[in-house]
């Protein structure tokens, strides 16, 4: 309960001064056995699901970062033309895995489709996402992507990946997802050496609520029903 009060008192002023987020920051290729040895369970298993799915892996990277190393896994499904990864970022105390399908549209959005456990920390126009953390199997979750998909289509044409270039791709599009962070007021327009922007003072506050109890469940309970309102319409 203490622990509670203090992170919803005292957080948004740690993030504040010890907190910063990728502004596009260079991803080091590995190889998809490093990458793997650093995912959990459920992922090395995931992973084997894509294959299942006719998915072919076109590269692994690490993001590294003062606070947290990311690591993930790119797979394409050459008829599909479906873009996948696995995921899984760790910050020495705690890890955090997920599958994640996207799509990219002509209008400049991308559409997100996950079995991420926690909501997405800031909200912009140029990125849709949906999450459906209770279901592991991928098959599952390329489904559902496929019939939101379909939906999105209406209002916009797909863009294929670059597959030849995916890790030059998804760094790109870090720092668009960055640039749109700057024009909501979430972060500063510097960007240091580490290819990083400090975060605004409500963009702490942000980024804090939706990491702690009681809001971070609020949140993550709202984002799943809205994920499940889109599917009931697609």
């Not at 002023?13 to 920051?25: M, P």
């Not at 209002?155 to 030849?164: I, M, Q, S, T």
């Not at 510097?190 to 942000?206: K, P, Q, S, V």
Request: hydrophobic residues 40%; aromatic residues 10%.
């Amino acid at each position: 309960m203490l622990n509670t009060l203090l992170m919803n008192t005292l957080g948004p002023f740690v993030v504040w001064k010890g907190t910063k987020l990728n502004a596009g920051a260079p991803l080091r290729q590995i190889s998809d056995e490093e990458c793997m040895a650093e995912m959990p369970d459920d992922l090395i298993q995931a992973a084997h699901g894509f294959d299942q799915l006719r998915f072919r892996s076109i590269g692994s990277a690490v993001l590294e970062a003062p606070d947290c190393d990311t690591f993930c896994r790119l797979f394409w499904h050459d008829d599909l033309k479906i873009v996948a990864v696995c995921m899984s970022a760790n910050n020495g105390t705690e890890q955090l895995g997920y599958v994640e399908f996207s799509q990219y549209f002509s209008d400049g959005t991308t559409l997100e489709v996950s079995n991420n456990p926690l909501p997405q920390p800031y909200t912009v126009p140029i990125k849709t996402n949906y999450r459906f953390p209770k279901l592991m199997d991928p098959a599952d979750l390329l489904a559902i992507f496929l019939r939101l998909r379909t939906q999105y289509e209406k209002n916009a044409k797909r863009v294929d990946f670059d597959v030849e270039n995916g890790l030059e791709v998804i760094q790109q599009h870090m720092a668009e997802e960055s640039n749109a962070l700057l024009e909501k007021g979430f972060v500063k327009p510097d960007i240091d050496e580490n290819h990083m922007r400090a975060l605004t003072f409500y963009g702490a506050l942000c980024l804090t609520y939706r990491s702690v109890a009681p809001w971070r469940n609020l949140i993550g309970y709202l984002s799943e029903r809205k994920s499940q309102k889109a599917l009931q319409v697609a």
